[in-house]
Structure formats: structure tokens, C-alpha cells
């Protein structure tokens, strides 16, 4: 069983930076791979960031390549997220969500999830 707490979530004007924390327990959570997941108003759940376990390579959504960089650490168990020039349309409650194996992009095939925290990007 991996937990998954977020933090880091808050209201900051477009152009601006927020960095995301996830803290995990569990003995397997480095042998889990990590993700960051969010889901806007009225919208499905969308694929944001990934790092695998076993390499750290990462994987990030278009839309957020060259802005957001997810960074883990497994001594620490900690998974991050730092977003920079964030955009109105990054609002959005983010979820940090992992699963056994490798990553995936698709929201559904996550086993944990952390309960969420909201990011609002004003204009």
C-alpha cells in the first residue's frame, strides 16, 4: 500500500511559479512510479508529469513541457512539481497518483491517489 499526501497548491497570478509536493508512506514506494494529475471544473482528469522508478526518466503533457519539471526522491519519499509561467488554463485540482511498473499516461491505470490540491492561476 502506498499514501499519498499533497501540498504546495495556492492562488498565484499567470506568469507565476508554484511548486507541488507529494509526500508518500509506505515501504514500496520506490518501486513505484509517480505522477502528477489534474482535473479542471466540469473537465476529465488529465495526464500532467510522470517519473519512473527504476530510471527517473520523466514524461510530461505538451502543454506543460518547458514549464513544469517533476522531481522525486526516494530516500526522502517525496515526489515534486515545480511549475513555472503558469497559464490560467493550468488551474485545476492536482493529484499526485502512483502505480506498480512503469508509467503510464493514462489517469486510469494509477492505484493511489493523494486527496488533492487545488491550483487557481488568475489572468
Known amino acids: 500500500q502506498v499514501q499519498l499526501v499533497e501540498s504546495g497548491g495556492g492562488l498565484v497570478q499567470a506568469g507565476g511559479s508554484l511548486r507541488l509536493s507529494c509526500a508518500a508512506s509506505?515501504?514500496?514506494?520506490?518501486?513505484?512510479?509517480t505522477a502528477w494529475i489534474r482535473q479542471a471544473p466540469g473537465k476529465e482528469r488529465e495526464f500532467v508529469a510522470a517519473i519512473s522508478w527504476s530510471n527517473g526518466v520523466t514524461y510530461y503533457a505538451d502543454s506543460v513541457k518547458g514549464r513544469f519539471t517533476i522531481s522525486r526522491d526516494n530516500a526522502k519519499n517525496t515526489v515534486a512539481l515545480q511549475m513555472n509561467s503558469l497559464k490560467p488554463d493550468d488551474t485545476a485540482v492536482y493529484y499526485c497518483a502512483a502505480r506498480r511498473g512503469v508509467v503510464a499516461m493514462t489517469p486510469t491505470l494509477y492505484d493511489y491517489w493523494g486527496q488533492g490540491t487545488q491550483v487557481t492561476v488568475s489572468s
Open positions: 509506505g515501504r514500496t514506494f520506490s518501486s513505484v512510479s
